[in-house]
């Protein structure tokens, strides 16, 4: 019986240093063939379309360009061909990331922190379909679950379903003829019941949550 085919692997990370360190890493993977790197979003979303990898390792935060969870979504995308699997690797564990890069379509999630053989058993699971996670994000993911939903007041979603169609806080307060200071204080206390800290993050748990009006 012949051997399996190795995993087709691409790596996109914006750090050189690093990059050539899990190339280096991943190189000593008899069952893992790196096939191309990327240092931005638009070239790894280019790659994948070009090098029909099975796996993209990816991280989120690229520096100049679109970020990780753009670049995920682009590639993880349904579309005629099967698009490869997407298993981001990042210092980033916030309950904000990791529901952005799972909205994207991200198969698995893991640290930077975890042993490189936790990193060869990710990207063979990813290359199956599989869900992989690290302990952390794992933790985070069920306490999220098993969390009750925030309650919002009428106003904060009405705030939400503006931010969620991309307005800035003086185009919500025109929509919803209310002050900008105003907007500010209920994106200030959305923030705090949904646990995030950036606009995007909040429309991510928002979405996950349903909490849109």
């Known amino acids: 019986m012949s051997a399996p085919r190795p995993v087709r692997l691409l790596v996109c990370d914006d750090h050189v240093v690093v990059r050539a360190g899990l190339l280096a890493l991943l190189g000593s993977a008899p069952d893992i063939e790196v096939v191309g790197e990327a240092g931005t979003g638009e070239e790894a979303v280019a790659l ?114 503006q931010l969620s169609q991309g307005l800035g806080n003086r185009e919500i307060a025109r929509a919803l003829f209310i002050s900008e200071a105003t907007v500010k204080t209920h994106l200030g206390r959305i923030y705090d019941k949904l646990g995030v800290d950036t606009r995007a993050g909040a429309v991510a748990v928002a979405k996950e949550q349903r909490l849109l009006p």
């Open 48 to 161: 994948a379309a070009k090098l029909t990898p099975d796996v993209v390792l990816m991280d989120l935060q690229l520096g100049e360009g679109i970020d990780g969870v753009e670049a995920t979504h682009r590639i993880a995308s349904p579309s005629p061909e099967s698009p490869p699997h997407v298993l981001v690797l990042t210092t980033y564990d916030t309950d904000a990331d990791i529901t952005r890069a799972i909205e994207a379509g991200a198969t698995g999630y893991l640290l930077k922190a975890e042993r490189p053989e936790e990193l060869f058993s990710a990207i063979q699971a990813a290359a199956q379909g599989r869900t992989a996670l690290s302990p952390p994000v794992a933790s985070r993911v069920m306490a999220r679950m098993r969390a009750p939903r925030p309650t919002l007041t009428d106003r904060e979603r009405d705030i939400l379903g």
